[in-house]
Antibody, heavy 118, light 107 residues
């Protein structure tokens, strides 16, 4: 059973960069699985942010494409999210999640609240 | 992006009731439709994938149906632990998108 755990700063200044890490356990990060970030805010609800494969291949939400970078570190069994030039609109609970064969999100981390504020 | 619209937005029901929640896609998504349950302060939990396949460990009182643009989540006999918010999600075309949620409350 795969387990996911997010970590990172809970407060980011406007125009700064949001950086989060998701640690993967109970499954190989090199398995045939896409690893995703999903965020949730009262304003926009649940929003898919992006996904990464263990090869480093990525797909991003076009609404964030110019600000987002994802990477994977197989030796540490973790993947990460960097979102630059943040504004208050990026305030949300950020979840990491794994995807099943039908692109459903079958396992989720507990989520971490990131607030963008000065 | 494909828009997902759920109805109703909220619903009051009693333990033992049969409940249905609808989800409509703005264009055809075949059966690339998933359902999640979320309780306050918790991550969403996958209930149904591919429109009608029950995720392992999910009680059989949950079922899903539909195809193309119209989908339904049914809870055959509500239990106390089922009061939560439910979301549909399309995985047919990137970016994947979610419905706005249906809040199921105790009557």
């Amino acid at each position: 059973q795969v387990q996911l755990q997010e970590s990172g700063p809970g407060l980011v200044r406007p125009s700064g960069t949001l950086s989060l890490i998701c640690a993967v356990s109970g499954d190989s990060i090199s398995s045939d699985t896409w690893w995703s970030w999903v965020r949730q805010s009262p304003r926009k609800g649940l929003e898919w942010v992006g996904e990464i494969y263990h090869t480093g291949a990525t797909n991003y939400n076009p609404s964030l494409k110019n600000r987002i970078t994802m990477s994977v570190d197989k030796s540490k069994k973790q993947f990460s999210l960097n979102l630059s030039s943040v504004t208050a609109a990026d305030t949300a609970v950020y979840y990491c999640a794994s995807q099943g064969g039908h692109q459903e999100f079958d396992h989720w981390g507990q989520g971490t609240l990131v607030t963008v504020s000065s | 992006d494909i828009q997902m619209t759920q109805s109703p937005s909220s619903l009051s029901a009693s333990v033992g009731d049969r409940v249905t929640i609808s989800c409509r896609a703005s264009q055809s998504i075949s059966t690339y439709l998933n359902w999640y349950q979320q309780k306050p302060g918790r991550a969403p939990k996958l209930l149904i994938y591919a429109a009608s396949s029950l995720q392992s460990g999910v009680p059989s009182r949950f079922s899903g149906s539909g195809s193309v643009t119209d989908f339904t989540l049914t809870i055959s006999s509500l239990q106390a632990e089922d009061f939560a918010t439910y979301y549909c999600q399309q995985s047919y075309s990137p970016p994947v998108t979610f419905g706005q949620g249906t809040r199921l409350e105790i009557k």
